[in-house]
């Protein structure tokens, strides 16, 4: 019995093959002693609807959970009875019937109707007693209100001020620095005749001492490239006692004349359209 109710509530069915409680119809077509093929469903739904106008016409008047498991019962017992009546178009038809039998699919959905009766009902009375409810107004103790330090103000009010200001001052839209991505073209023959000056005063120097003034990688990367050059015209020499170790730069080019190398790594640093010519081709045209 899914759902209890007082004698008069009780709805009963008159049909050729069964007369007695609604509720006893199905248990016998869950348990199969009832095919539902032989139960007429509109002769049980006229049924239904006088019960529901007896009700109306009572003093208590009608039950609404009443008719809802109803049309939810009869809607379970239509789909059955029509699945069982058409015809079978083959073995997916046994298949799809056997994991929607009658028993299980009928006490699934009034089982499920339940449980959402049983709830809303616990939401009924737990709201009903929680709306009595009222928090406790008390203070606090004496003896505990001793027990709280005072308060001490360190902060004077210019303090307050100041630091309101700077809480409420628009903070700087954060951006994304981009000057890495355009760093200025280090020219390697500048850096070559820097480095030949130097090494023509002082005749041997050290490669950690020669960049040891350079101000970012790319003038590093300058000054490496102008010492191959200058090693590839003989203008330089390089000692390294052992392997890793400090590279040792000595001068064996001449001693005065203008330090010039080659523009091969110079070339992306020339305007477009300027006289890529080296002075000594100028001279050679003057001529």
Known sequence: ??????????????LDVF?????????????????ITEVALA??????????????ASDNGWDLDQTTEFL?????????????????RGPEDDEDLALIEARDLL??????YRAFKDIARTFGERLGSAGRMSPRQAGLEPRLAALLPELVMTVTPEQLAMIAARALTPQPVPTVGLDHLHAPAVSVREQAGLIGARLRRDR????????????????????????????????????????????????????????DVGDEFDEDLTPAGADQRTDTDRSQDDT
């Open 1 to 14: 019995m899914i759902t209890r109710r007082s004698p008069e509530q009780v709805f009963e069915v008159h």
């Open 19 to 35: 007369s007695g409680p609604f509720d006893l119809l199905l248990g016998l077509i869950a348990k199969h002693r009832l095919d």
């Open 43 to 56: 002769t049980v739904t006229d049924e239904f609807i006088a019960h529901i106008r007896a009700q109306q």
């Open 72 to 88: 939810l019962v009869a809607s379970t017992l239509l789909d059955l009875k029509a699945s069982r009546l058409l015809p079978q």
């Open 107 to 112: 006490f699934a959905r009034l089982l499920q």
């Open 204 to 259: 041997v120097c050290s490669f950690r001492s020669l960049v040891a003034d350079a101000d970012s990688t790319p003038v590093i990367v300058a000054r490496f490239l102008a010492l191959l050059e200058l090693f590839r015209d003989a203008q330089i020499a390089f000692d390294q006692v052992e392997a890793l170790g400090d590279l040792t730069v000595r001068w064996t080019g001449a001693d005065e004349g203008e330090i």
